[in-house]
Nanobody, 121 residues
Framework: QVQLAESGGGLVQAGGSLRLSCTAS????????MGWYRQAPGKQRELVAT???????NYADSAKGRFTISRDNAKNTVYLQMNSLKPEDTAVYYC???????????????WGQGTQVTVSS
């Protein structure tokens, strides 16, 4: 069993910052790419940022210059530092990871339960 646990969401004023964390636990052999997605009310889930096991990153245009994704492979943890937050960043933020479990020969995608980020104007 593999689980992703997110933390760090909350309420912040426009222009403020938040740092999200997501830790994978369970019988893990290898974690490949990890990432953050978000879903605002009435909208589809969208990519925010991804990071490979080697540290290569990819950002949505809306996140470039404001958000930074990073990871600590020793802790099986991915972070999302969000600065200069805007009301339109309000959403549930989900962690995603491509994980190969111990004993398996393939990787599966796993999702966290989501953490609410609310940015007030």
């Amino acid at each position: 069993q593999v689980q992703l646990a997110e933390s760090g969401g909350g309420l912040v004023q426009a222009g403020g910052s938040l740092r999200l964390s997501c830790t994978a636990s369970g019988s893990i052999f290898r974690i490949n790419a990890m990432g953050w997605y978000r879903q605002a009310p009435g909208k589809q889930r969208e990519l925010v940022a991804t990071i490979t096991s080697g540290g290569s990153t990819n950002y949505a245009d809306s996140a470039k210059g404001r958000f930074t994704i990073s990871r600590d492979n020793a802790k099986n943890t991915v972070y999302l530092q969000m600065n200069s937050l805007k009301p339109e960043d309000t959403a549930v933020y989900y962690c995603n990871a491509d994980i190969r479990r111990a004993g398996d020969t393939y990787a599966l995608h796993y999702w966290g339960q989501g953490t609410q980020v609310t940015v007030s104007s």
